[in-house]
């Protein structure tokens, strides 16, 4: 599996902890202004990628002299920089992406950047949006996944797109059994791990998971 970090440019939880995730990537993508937050992080990217109006000439021009690819589009585009960041990742054969810096700031930037992982063109990669304690994830149809984490963590299953049926967790306070979780309602919020890792299954639908490690 090869793993990819994402740098966009929202806002930043100086919480967020990368460490274990720098060691497994062999790819660094900074989306523009995310290259603030690569320096606010202190990490060095491989790439950075956009329309680049978010960043300065003297910035772009210190990052080339140290080895960094930087590709420019034009400002009149139809994808965000993210968008494009995310299809350098696949083109380069990447699986699995961390997105960090990719909600807050700015409500449509976070929506979108949210159904982002919905693409269909993006399906070959698992992608992970990180805020400080929270994890964003992504269940298509037909996926199983093990979530990582401690008694009393937060895990909200939120469907996307449409209703979500046959979802079938263990390791939950609250079990569902093949049941539906139907667009737009609340039910699948705040559910609890119960143990050090639970397990989430769905047969239809598009469904986001959040894990909150947060327990204040």
């Known amino acids: 599996m090869k793993q990819a970090i994402i740098v ?3 806002r930043m939880d100086a919480s967020t902890d990368i460490s274990s995730y720098l060691k497994g990537s062999a790819l660094i993508i900074a989306a523009d202004g995310g290259l603030h937050n690569c320096i606010i992080l202190g990490i060095q ?18 990052f ?21 960041a995310l299809y350098y990742a696949k083109d380069h054969g990447v699986t699995e992406v961390i997105i960090l810096g990719g ?4 409500w449509d930037m976070t929506m979108a950047n949210i159904l982002m992982i919905t693409h269909p063109m993006l399906t070959v990669m698992t992608m992970r ?3 400080g304690p929270q994890e964003l994830f992504l269940l298509r149809a037909g996926e199983r996944s093990a979530v990582h984490g401690n008694p009393g963590d937060i895990l909200s299953l939120i469907p996307l797109v449409g209703d979500v049926s046959g979802v079938i967790t263990d390791g939950l306070e609250y079990p569902l059994n093949d049941e539906t979780l139907l667009l737009g309602t ?14 989430v299954f769905i047969k239809q639908g598009f469904l986001l998971c959040i894990l909150n490690r947060d327990r204040k």
């Open 45 to 62: 990217p491989n790439v950075i990628i956009g329309d680049l109006d978010s960043t300065s000439q003297d910035e772009l021009t210190t």
């Open 186 to 199: 609340s039910r699948g919020v705040s559910n609890v791990l119960v143990k050090d890792q639970a397990y």
């Open 64 to 84: 080339r002299e140290a080895g960094v690819d930087v590709i420019q589009y034009p400002t009149h585009k139809d994808e965000t920089d993210l968008e494009l």
């Open 8 to 10: 966009a440019n929202g």
């Open 103 to 106: 909600l807050g700031a700015r």
């Open 129 to 131: 949006l990180l805020d």
